[in-house]
């Protein structure tokens, strides 16, 4: 899979001393690399573009015998991924810090049981959309990687790009679904400032039929 645009926006953050030590030390043992060889991931979760972290480590307590793999490309995010696994004693979480887009070529076909993206950034201008992660090719090598009956949910608190994100996934061959109630799960720091801000957040869930 070839995109021309990078689909999220660089935010650089230093970290203080103590967190570069942690994320020095968890690392190793706990995030994979966004290239390489296939990996071993049947029955996993995808967690696409994470932020904070809270949602991703909720996910992975709410069942310590499912794999969630988290991915994002800012290390602030990442390291409270790798935080919450030692804080937690979590054996079920692996850290990507990187592109999505890139880690999906590691993933088998019909190998994953989930796929989440919350809040992925919305390039409201017109001349940005091409840069939204939600876009047919994008879904359609989503969809490849589900396992039957794999689910792909998606939110966001952008009234167009909840309307484009309808109209892909629900053209999208092998793919049922559509707009939810909004389901269990942690407030994440960009869903807080959607609610603060007055915003509607628009959460959707699909299934690989």
Known sequence: MELASRTFKPRRRALSPARQALFERLAPQWCLDETGDSLEVAGAVLDIGFGDGAATVE???????RTVIGVDVHTPGVVNVLAGIERHGLTNVRVVHGDALVLLRRVPVESLAGVRVLFPDPWPKQRQRHRRIVQPAVVDE???RLEPGGWLE???DDVGYAEQMAQVCGSRTGLVGGRVPRPERTVTRFERQALDAGRTVTDLRYRRA
Do not use: E, F, G, N
């Open 142 to 144: 989503i969809v490849r």
């Open 59 to 65: 996910l992975a307590l709410a069942d310590r015998s």
């Open 154 to 156: 998606l939110a966001t």
